[in-house]
């Protein structure tokens, strides 16, 4: 069913320059971290992979690509309404991704530079392949007479402190699912060129390999930890990551259903195959992943989409604050109790899987 709820108009620090998201559940966050517990760690088991990957990274496939060319030069005016809304808040929730990945990066590489010389540098090339996909994002915001005050966002948003293990599975989710998302809209679109509305999905053959590139390098830091893989409790988070990027992509993405509608795509079909892509990927390197499979998985996050619909519709309406907070509870627990049927759905013993491909 379409979300007929109309969307407020979109809200500037002063002009040209859009108000950050509230800060929900669902926006993208900023990181920080243990950083000496991140610097002692050791890479030798697998320094190999670690040092090809280094190599990859500095070959920098990139450099050349990201350069905006003529097809930019004009007006976009022809994007108009709800399509022109929600395509900047994609433009939007994307930059501010890939800025705070940039911000979590370069600060890695700066206290871990003179302690673990390997993983500075690393960090120190992913920090400019996301400056480079952040101020891309951002000039594409500036074709729609909008942008992000990168350095207020800097300085005024609140950052969420992960340990290590934590920063290392939800950047690796990140990067991986950032990968299936990128390379399906541009395959869709390759296929069906009348549906882009804009050049920057062009970009993202080759944009999608920075985030692979990036998947495969945290893939390759968890395996020279094999600590943070090989328990009981490594089981429990990776179920815990895995289910919060899929249901925050599933929820934020059926929400703004006209985006993807607009490039021709069926969100849900489209979400489906990216969290499948991505559970499977993810396999490689957890211990375990979902059963994204079992006929109640997607059910129960269409449940939990519906009642997110339901949330942002009464946020949005003119109601007193003590009634909306009081009209969101059975929503809020709605939403809870899908994701904790989710949680203790059996999982796929993916050890056990590669051992068997094997």
Not at 205 to 212: I, L, R
Not at 297 to 303: A, G, P, S, T, Y
Not at 324 to 331: E, F, G, I, S
Request: net charge neutral; charged share 25%; proline share 4%.
């Amino acid at each position: 069913m379409v979300d007929s709820l109309k969307k407020p108009e979109l809200q500037e620090l002063r002009p040209g320059v859009k108000a950050p998201a509230k800060d929900t559940i669902l926006t993208p966050r900023f990181y920080t971290t243990d950083f000496d517990e991140m610097a002692a760690m050791d890479l030798s088991i697998n320094e190999d992979e670690m040092l090809a990957i280094l190599d990859e990274l500095r070959a920098d496939y990139n450099r050349h690509h990201f350069v905006r060319s003529e097809v930019f030069d004009q007006s976009w005016d022809c994007v108009t309404g709800e399509t022109r809304q929600v395509f900047v808040e994609f433009l939007e929730r994307s930059c501010t991704s890939e800025f705070s990945g940039f911000l979590l990066y370069k600060e890695l590489s700066r206290r871990l530079k003179g302690k673990n010389p390997l993983l500075s540098e690393c960090f120190d090339l992913i920090s400019r392949d996301e400056a480079r996909h952040a101020g891309f994002l951002n000039k594409a915001m500036a074709d729609f007479n909008m942008q992000l005050d990168l350095g207020f966002l800097t300085k005024t948003k609140d950052y969420t402190f992960f340990k290590p293990k934590f920063i290392l599975y939800a950047t690796y989710l990140s990067e991986k699912i950032g990968y299936w998302r990128y390379i399906t809209i541009f395959r869709h679109l390759e296929s069906h060129p009348e549906n882009e509305i804009y050049p920057i999905f062009r970009f993202f053959e080759n944009w999608c390999q920075d985030e692979n590139r990036h998947g495969d390098f945290f893939s390759a830091l968890m395996k020279s930890q094999p600590q943070i893989l090989n328990d009981w409790k490594a089981r429990l988070w990776c179920r815990f990551f895995l289910l919060s990027v899929f249901a925050t992509m599933y929820l934020n993405d059926l929400r703004a259903r006209g985006f993807y509608e607009s490039l021709g795509l069926n969100v849900r079909e489209y979400d489906i195959e990216v969290i499948e892509k991505t559970n499977s990927t993810a396999g490689r390197v957890f211990p375990v992943t979902l059963n994204v499979e079992h006929p109640s998985f997607f059910k129960r996050l269409d449940v939990a989409a519906a009642a997110n619909s339901k949330l942002s519709k009464i946020a949005e309406s003119n109601q007193p604050k003590p009634l909306k907070k009081l009209q969101q509870l059975p929503h809020i627990a709605t939403i809870g109790w899908q994701l904790v049927q989710l949680y203790f759905l059996k999982p796929i013993d993916a050890m056990a899987t590669r051992g068997q491909v094997r």
